[in-house]
């Protein structure tokens, strides 16, 4: 996967040239709105300007932006054990330097993301909807398909790109804005002016309306393109860390059967969600930001020889009609990696052992002997997930009664309503 690393950092500089050529172009026009044809100049240099502070925030700080956008809030291994043994498992199954932060975002829709800098920084964000949805082995497939994001280098192109295209969107709405502005203004100002001057002024403004309708549509085809391809990759990476591609093609299939967009989203962020996560209708079209579900799931469940790179590419082949869309190295990779049962999460990576390897023993155990969730259940365990994510307390009585303590209760202990019994309230 060198090849593609390799690709991914080329791809995120190609972005960051591209995105500094639009915003510039954007500033220019601003300018010679603003100030005259010589004010184009000035906006070129303001335009400049901000680019090398958005680039210096996205590098620093991008991930924590995207991430507050996204209302995403952090959990600890007491919050989810299963979330975090998971995404501890892939963390080791994958060899990453660090565990990626584990966060979780309030919304019953069912998605995921990764973002960072770097493996060395980055996070893994889940719903508590899908976390009431899925079970393990769906749950580990799109875990591992998120930590694929963070090993092939995708999380800082995403990252970059979502703080620039969302300044793209900006500039570009506030230059409709100055241009109605100015063509309400300009045509009192130039009245009394020869007509030259009049046709002068409405070719500006035409001009203007056309950068900011097709600025944000350039950057977006570039940053489309781009991301439908990391889907797929993802997808092969997922495949080959779980040895169990039928568990992220389970959860693929869950998560697009859900109609409802997730809440914090917009289409800066949609991009870096395992699904698009915009409404149904969205989904499919032109400018989508994934690739369509059915296919995707359609490859995954054609690989019944294995589970590698390999595999994979050959499964696209087979179900999209030619295997040009995967790089060369994925197609001629030699490794081999076999398939295992559902629920067998020992050995998810090759040489995992010792503790790693007893810990997902246990895992695997507990997600056997785990009944399957009634809808009513699913409902609940999202309910209590979101409260746990906005601060609430989560106390079960001794009689039963499970009660939510909000945020901002300030007393020791609490009163259960249906036996009378005290709980102490930790804080």
């Known amino acids: ?8 950092k080329r791809n ?13 172009g954007l500033g220019y026009v601003i300018g010679m709105l603003l100030a005259g044809p010589k004010g184009g100049y000035y906006g070129v240099a303001a335009a400049s300007g901000l680019w090398v502070v958005l680039t210096i925030v996205s590098f620093s700080s991008g991930d924590q932006i995207l991430l507050s956008a996204s209302k995403a809030k952090p959990v600890t291994p007491e919050v989810h054990p299963q979330l975090w043994n998971v995404v501890e498992e892939m963390t080791i ?13 309030p919304d019953p829709a069912p998605n995921a993301f990764a973002t960072g800098r770097s493996p060395k920084s980055a996070s893994v964000a889940v719903t508590a909807g899908l976390l009431g949805k899925l079970n393990r082995d769906e749950l580990q497939g799109v875990v591992a398909h998120e930590v694929s994001h963070i090993l092939h280098r995708d999380i800082l192109f995403v990252t970059l790109a979502g703080i620039m295209l969302g300044t793209i969107v900006i500039l570009s709405q506030l230059l409709l804005r100055s241009t109605f502005y100015g063509a309400f203004a300009g045509g009192r100002r130039y009245s009394s002016r020869s007509n030259g001057n009049a046709q002068g002024q409405l070719l500006m403004i ?15 085809i570039l940053y489309f393109a781009l991301s439908r391809r990391r889907e797929y990759l993802a997808d092969a990476g997922a495949a080959r860390l779980t040895r169990y591609p039928a568990g992220l093609a389970s959860a693929l299939e869950k998560i697009s059967s859900n109609a409802q967009p997730v809440e914090a989203v917009n289409k800066v962020t949609a991009s870096m969600y395992i699904s698009n996560p915009l409404s149904a209708k969205k989904r499919g079209s032109l400018f989508s930001t994934h690739p369509p579900i059915e296919e995707r799931v359609k490859i995954l469940r054609t690989m019944s020889r294995g589970a590698s790179f390999k595999d994979y590419s ?3 082949s087979q179900t999209v009609g030619s295997g040009d869309g995967m790089p060369a190295s994925l197609r001629e990779d030699k490794e081999q990696v076999g398939l295992r049962e559902a629920s ?3 050995g998810a990576a090759a040489g995992m052992g010792g503790a790693a390897g007893a810990a997902t023993a246990a895992a695997a155990r507990s997600a056997e002997e785990e009944p399957a969730k009634t ?8 309910g209590d997930l979101i409260r746990i994510a906005n601060g609430f307390a989560i106390l079960t009585c001794g009689c039963g009664l499970k009660m939510k303590i909000p945020p901002n209760y300030n007393r020791q202990a609490v009163k259960c309503p249906r036996c009378g019994r005290k709980s102490a309230l930790k804080k």
Not at 375 to 382: G, L
């Open 12 to 24: 995120s500089i190609i972005l960051l040239g591209t995105m500094a050529v639009v915003l510039m």
């Open 93 to 105: 199954a994958a060899s990453l330097p660090k565990m990626p932060k584990v966060y979780i975002i």
């Open 344 to 346: 067998e999460a020992v």
């Open 375 to 382: 809808a009513k259940e699913q409902h609940r365990q999202i």
């Open 1 to 8: 996967m060198w090849e593609q690393i390799r690709a991914n």
């Open 206 to 220: 035409v001009i203007a309306i056309l950068a900011a309708i097709l600025a944000p549509v350039f950057a977006n």
């Open 314 to 316: 050959d499964a696209y």
